[in-house]
């Protein structure tokens, strides 16, 4: 049973699943990570969600595409994390090329859903 709006919406689903992919694939990264790449790159992908919620029960267009242009700000931050990720070999191509494709399609949809708020 889904009580809020957001809880709707392609755009929170997607984030919500990029959440539990993130985390899965940051379970495996070193244990000195835990406070660096491993902590940043869960932070990021949380607030992807976080901000779309957040977003959704403001009362102003304006305000609401606000939070929709952070959660896409965190779809970006996501980026480098991954790269670094990939290149300490902290994860296999196979799962960066999911995860940055999964990160850019969150980003397209963000600007779409901040499009059509100004319309």
Excluded: W
Excluded at 14 to 21: E, G, P, S, T, Y
Excluded at 36 to 63: D, F, M, P
Excluded at 98 to 118: H, P, Q, V
């Amino acid at each position: 049973m889904m009580a809020f709006d957001f809880e709707k919406l392609d755009v929170y689903k997607r984030a919500v699943q990029f959440i539990l992919n993130v985390y899965k694939a940051t379970e495996k990264f070193p244990r000195d990570e835990l406070y660096g790449l491993t902590s940043q790159l869960r932070r990021a992908a949380v607030s992807v969600a976080t901000n779309i919620a957040e977003g959704s029960g403001r009362h102003h267009k304006k305000e609401h595409q606000q939070f929709l242009r952070m959660a896409r700000s965190s779809c970006y931050e996501c980026v480098p994390l991954l790269e670094v990720s990939r290149d300490l070999a902290y994860m296999n191509a196979q799962t960066y090329d999911s995860l940055y494709k999964d990160c850019n399609e969150l980003a397209m949809m963000l600007n779409r859903f901040i499009s059509a708020l100004g319309k």
